[in-house]
């Protein structure tokens, strides 16, 4: 026993000394210490919740707990991101602590003991860790739950599934999709002779931590909503006739959260034709969704299938934060870590020794949270980051091979072979690298940040290098075209936004802001043509209307104009152009009349 506590405690020590020194390899480092989106997102609610909007205003729109762990954070120690880091390492530590419990709960502490050893060692963890994103607490929720279910399913009492329930709870308001596992779990909760019992504190314990939410999104915002407004949506972005499995805005050009829940609204209540309230949001994109899968199963399933095959695949596919790039910048995770391909293959090698050793019911815990995990996952749409809390009891399958190389059975058993030739595998597959920098990808971003730091010659320069890299890229063309402008280039502004026209044709800002080069160059047809277009796509587009506004004055319609302008401040009353463009026309009546 002492032996044993020696290792769990040289494995965590490892482990932090890891995460401290990544985090000191990238500390100024940009995504880390220059936030942006999701993180940028989650650090200004956390410092509006931390100001004393602590109820807030509206219904969630995006899964609740994380923002208000910063803002309690924020609130102890300040506003800085170093006290978040240092939250998410210690935090990820006690996770690696719970994962070894959980396999000495099954009764394979060898295995939890090397499931913790390969957590220590997991390079996306490290990532993951010292970025503000929600999914390094998640990980150690999930490690905490695998541990309650484990003991819960030893001993069979309903306190203990009660606690495995309220943990499940905790981990729904920080990913909304664990929800989906809920019924999945409760099963392993019946017990033979048939009780329900065990089940029902199960399903209690994970409802009780959703209801002070399900009340207050019902007081601001009068839907009773157990996480956030954001599940039918998200729905959809997986689900559709367009959907390749990966994220996909549903208006092409607006990711950031903010206009992603706004333009979400527009679309639907335009839609409808009248005001909607959150709940009704979503489900209005829920029903799209299953319309669409109803009338073409075929397309569905394939899908699904494909979303199957994309979390399964071993390199890690980015969104705005690239693990391959962040490789680059720390020499903690350029160390020959461990990687998913290298999981995954000792993980099916676990499971097959489960199967050979008919121990399916003692390992319920882990291959149960690890398939609803992954189900509950590929139903929405697919992100490296969205299967990462997925890989905890991944882990504790992957060590159960390597755990048979250190069994005191004749060496020549066919389940220590299985083990060693895993193991081989698995350490091949670690020393090569699964996952290339997607330079577009990255380039983009830190023209962004550059953008928001005023520097404009670097933003281009970035911006130009993103374009190089994949020429097709939409949001590169705009922010080209849109530097161009500011500087009176209309010429070159029209070449980045046809070009951007070409990839996104459907998107509102590319034909406004088209329009308003033509306006700007003289050609009053085409920026009609393309005005019109974008008020066609988005009849709420306040630049759009402001430059038909101004077409229209150009032309000597003031009729149109002041009808045109009449929209816009109906929209914004207090768009301070459409007032001033409002007095103008106002004048210019005037002088037509005297």
């Not at 880390?32 to 602590?54: F, H, K, P, T």
């Amino acid at each position: 026993m002492q032996r044993r506590r020696l290792i769990l405690g040289a494995i965590l020590a490892a482990a932090f000394a890891l995460r401290l020194g990544h985090w000191l390899a990238v500390r100024h480092e940009p995504f880390v210490a220059q936030l942006i989106v999701d993180s940028q997102e989650y650090d200004r609610w956390a410092q509006e919740i931390a100001s004393g909007q602590w109820i807030g205003t509206r219904v969630f729109e995006q899964a609740p707990l994380y923002p208000y762990v910063l803002a309690a954070a924020y609130k102890v120690a300040g506003h800085t991101v170093a006290v978040v880091y240092l939250l998410q390492i210690v935090a990820s530590i006690f996770g690696l602590w719970a994962l070894a419990r959980a396999g000495r709960a099954i009764g394979q502490e060898d295995a939890g003991l090397i499931a913790a050893g390969l957590g220590a060692l997991y390079g996306p963890f490290l990532f993951y860790d010292v970025l503000v994103l929600k999914e390094s607490l998640a990980v150690t929720t999930v490690c905490f739950l695998l541990w309650a279910l484990a003991a819960a399913a030893a001993s069979g009492r309903p306190s203990r599934w009660l606690v495995a329930g309220g943990v499940l709870g905790v981990l729904v308001l920080l990913r909304e999709n664990a929800l989906l596992t809920v019924p999945f779990l409760a099963l392993l909760a019946v017990r033979r002779p048939f009780r329900l019992a065990p089940a029902g504190a199960f399903v209690l314990g994970a409802i009780l931590p959703l209801v002070p939410v399900a009340a207050r999104n019902a007081y601001v915002g009068g839907d009773l909503l157990p996480t956030s407004a954001s599940g039918g949506m998200n729905f959809y972005i997986g689900n559709n006739a367009t959907a390749d499995g990966t994220f996909r805005p549903v208006v092409p050009g607006k990711q950031i959260p903010a206009l992603e829940q706004q333009e979400s609204r527009r679309v639907a209540e335009v839609a409808v034709g009248h005001a909607l309230t959150p709940g009704e949001v979503s489900s209005w994109w829920m029903k799209r969704s299953l319309t669409w899968a109803s009338a073409h199963p075929g397309a569905f399933v394939l899908l699904q299938l494909r979303k199957v095959g994309l979390y399964w695949a071993w390199p890690e596919l980015p969104d705005t934060f690239d693990y391959a790039w962040m490789r680059t910048r720390s020499f903690v995770l350029g160390l020959p870590l461990l990687q998913f391909g290298t999981v995954s293959l000792l993980a099916i090698a676990g499971f097959g020794l489960i199967l050979h050793r008919r121990t399916l019911g003692t390992w319920a815990p882990a291959w149960a949270l690890a398939g609803a995990w992954m189900l509950s996952t590929v139903v929405f749409f697919l992100l490296s980051r969205y299967r990462l809390p997925g890989i905890p009891p991944l882990l504790l399958l992957a060590a159960l091979p390597l755990a048979t190389l250190f069994e005191g059975r004749a060496l020549r058993t066919r389940a220590w072979w299985s083990g060693a030739v895993a193991a081989g595998l698995a350490i091949a597959v670690s020393l090569v690298p699964a996952s290339k920098a997607r330079a577009d990808l990255v380039e983009y971003n830190l023209g962004r940040l550059a953008q928001e730091k005023g520097d404009v010659a670097e933003a281009e320069k970035r911006f130009a290098a993103a374009l190089d890299a994949n020429p097709d890229m939409f949001l590169a063309s705009m922010n080209l075209g849109t530097i161009a402008a500011g500087r009176h280039d209309f010429v070159r502004a029209r070449a980045f936004f046809e070009r951007a026209a070409a990839s996104e044709p459907a998107s509102d800002d590319v034909q406004c802001n088209l329009g308003g080069v033509y306006l700007a160059l003289g050609d009053l047809p085409s920026a009609e043509a393309h005005l019109n277009r974008a008020l066609e796509l988005n009849p709420r587009n306040l630049l759009a209307l402001q430059n038909e506004t101004v077409l229209l004055t150009r032309r000597g319609d003031l009729t149109g104009a002041t009808a045109m302008n009449a929209r816009l401040l109906a929209l914004d009353p207090e768009n301070g152009a459409g007032l001033r463009m409002r007095d103008r026309i106002a004048e210019a009546s005037k002088g037509l009349g005297s």
